[in-house]
């Protein structure tokens, strides 16, 4: 261990006084690396951004959908539900959601006007990955208000006239007719999405929308959507199927309806970003190697002296070689603290947002321990080959030289 210190104190101290010699070369490969490191790290981004981007609207990994088949004659709504959550909970399943497709008619400056309407559970908010931009989601809570929570979304807010969140009402109405009204309260706001913001739409708990105004009895639920392990996902659906393959409620389908990250195209990405990433580290290699020879050849005079005062081959080459390493480390160091802080600049992430990605992860580490192991490869590489040649020389020929 001192040996090792030891060499790479001198080759550190080599390196300050041939920096001027050097500057070219580590400017090369701290650019190589920082080129390497940005291209992992941002194909690390937009691969969590694509996969963000698809649960927002198919669910995380893996969500599971149960929908109905057949439903009995005479169930209710209620019973629906308690045989299906029945054997949910049976599977210890905590992340599930009922689903109902409904509508109502708001009161606006503009006259009443017709707004889709979803019931949800919160969970609802974890599984597909909502988000507010102002305000809260949903809560338990929200099950038991007498004025009921709702989450609108962009063009409903503003046909509503942007009403003050949490305190101010809103009129709504039956499906028919202006005679049955209840006041609602708007407690959070969808950010925009041109991709989906075709009409107002809005978002309450599901067991409140049985107390919207002209409901007679409980709508029945579309679907229930559960998240579970993905490793678990095929037992799971298989076990899930078999129970509700025939109930008192009726029949009941199970199947996946996530898209796995393999099914996104995300390897022919990583592919990609790992040819780019080998072809920049070769290109920074090749220019470092063509500058070590060259400080090599201006070097034979003192590697001479040094070997006439006793200094070994061996000793010659790790020392050349350290002075390559601990060169390729500090520009490869460089390198990676400036592909870090650009790609976690915020017009960086803004751009990956507007791709998809809802929360922000951290910088790949795998892309840093990369970079650095790269900078040491090339050091590595780089310095063997002048180091050799530094063994070979002869004391007499360099000294006379």
């Known amino acids: ?10 080759a550190y101290g080599e390196l300050r006084v041939h920096k001027s010699r050097i500057l070219l070369s580590l400017i090369g490969v701290a650019f190589s690396v920082f080129a390497l490191t940005a291209v992992m790290g941002g194909g690390g981004m937009l691969t969590s951004a694509l996969i963000q981007s698809s649960e927002s609207w198919a669910g995380r990994d893996t969500t599971l959908s149960v929908y109905p088949t057949d439903i009995a004659t005479d ?10 959550l029945e054997q949910v909970d049976r599977l210890g399943i905590d992340q599930r959601s009922r689903r109902i ?6 009161q606006t400056t503009q006259g009443v006007r017709a707004a889709e309407v979803q019931g949800v559970d919160p969970a609802y908010g974890t599984i597909f990955r909502t988000q507010v931009v102002q305000g809260r989601w949903l809560a338990d809570s929200d099950a038991a208000r007498l004025s009921p929570a709702l989450v609108v979304n962009q063009p409903m807010y503003e046909m509503l006239g942007s009403p003050e969140l949490g305190t101010e009402p809103v009129t709504i109405y039956g499906p028919t007719g202006a005679t049955h009204s209840e006041q609602a309260i708007i407690v959070g706001v969808l950010p925009a999405n041109p991709d989906t913001d075709w009409s107002p739409s809005a978002f309450m708990h599901a067991s409140a929308l049985s107390l919207l105004p002209g409901r007679e009895q409980a709508a ?26 025939q109930t008192e409620a009726g029949s009941f389908d199970v199947q996946i309806s996530s898209m796995r990250p393999e099914n996104l195209g995300i390897q022919g990405i990583a592919y990609g970003v790992s040819g780019v990433a080998l072809l920049i580290l070769l290109l920074g290699a090749l220019g470092l190697v063509n500058i070590s020879l060259v400080t090599v050849r201006f070097r034979v005079r003192e590697i001479g002296i040094r070997r006439s005062y006793g200094a070994t081959g061996g000793r010659i080459f790790v020392g050349v070689l350290m002075e390559s390493v601990v060169a390729t480390v500090l520009a490869g160091a460089v390198g990676v603290t400036a592909a870090v802080a650009l790609v976690k600049a915020p017009f960086v992430t803004d751009l990956f947002a507007e791709l998809g990605l809802r ?12 970079g650095l192991g790269a900078a040491t490869a090339v050091g590595v590489l780089a310095g063997a080959l002048p180091a050799l040649i530094a063994t070979r020389i002869k004391v007499i020929d360099a000294i006379r030289g």
């Open 101 to 106: 497709y409904d509508g109502l008619r708001v």
């Open 75 to 84: 169930a209710t709504a209620e019973e629906m539900d308690e045989t299906v």
């Open 1 to 10: 261990m001192t040996g090792l210190l030891a060499s790479i104190v001198e």
């Open 359 to 370: 929360d922000v992860p951290p910088f790949p580490v795998g892309a840093v321990l990369i």
């Open 220 to 245: 029945m639920t579309s679907d229930y959507q559960l998240w579970v392990p993905p490793e678990q996902a095929d037992e799971i659906r298989d076990r899930l199927a078999n129970a509700l393959a």
